[in-house]
């Protein structure tokens, strides 16, 4: 077993005995209570309008004040197709009727010094006119229509969205 943090208090019993026990899993060492910390799923929309991509701006820690996809962690009992539906109403106050699965890529967020690994699902949404946008403005400052051929993956956030984007470009030179 392997102790990461001495402080952490068993949830069950209330001990300083929590061990981690391999790459997920927290074990308490003095009543047994387990605890797995396992990926979370994401999801991501790549959308796309005459050549351009909607970024939006973070406005919450991690990665407060730099660029993301628009999406967002799925809830209990979700696809991945809700999430991404449910989050762009959230966010953008955006509907969608249609949207083609990309690929995968893993994350690590952290929120509140928690790590959080993530398996991120990317989408491609495309309109033919620009759709009108609400933001949501706890989570989202601003956003940006940027133009595929001048956009710089170092822009995005986290390095699952630098992968999707550089993946993405790639596709499409
Ligand atoms: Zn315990």
Redesign the pocket.
């Known amino acids: 077993m392997v102790n990461d943090d001495p402080n952490l208090h068993?949830v069950?019993?209330?001990?300083p005995?929590?061990f981690r026990q391999g790459a997920k899993a927290y074990c308490?060492n003095?009543?047994?209570?387990v605890y797995f910390h396992n990926v979370a799923a994401a999801v991501s929309a790549v959308i796309v309008c005459n050549d351009q991509i909607l970024l939006v701006e973070r406005a919450q820690q991690p990665a407060k004040g730099k660029l993301d996809f628009p999406g967002g962690f799925a809830d209990y009992n979700e696809s991945n197709e809700e999430a991404l539906t449910r989050e762009l109403m959230e966010e953008l106050q955006l509907p969608i009727d249609n949207m083609q699965y990309l690929f995968s890529y893993p994350n690590r967020y952290l929120f509140k010094d928690v790590l959080y690994s993530t398996l991120d699902s990317f989408f491609e949404i495309r309109f033919d006119s620009e759709p009108s946008l609400v933001l949501q403005q706890e989570e989202i400052s601003r956003y940006f229509w940027l133009d595929m051929k001048n956009m710089d993956v170092n822009q995005l956030a986290f390095v699952s969205g630098q992968n999707a984007l550089q993946e993405y470009l790639r596709g499409k030179a």
């Open positions: 068993c069950k019993c209330g001990q005995s929590l308490c003095l009543c047994g209570f």
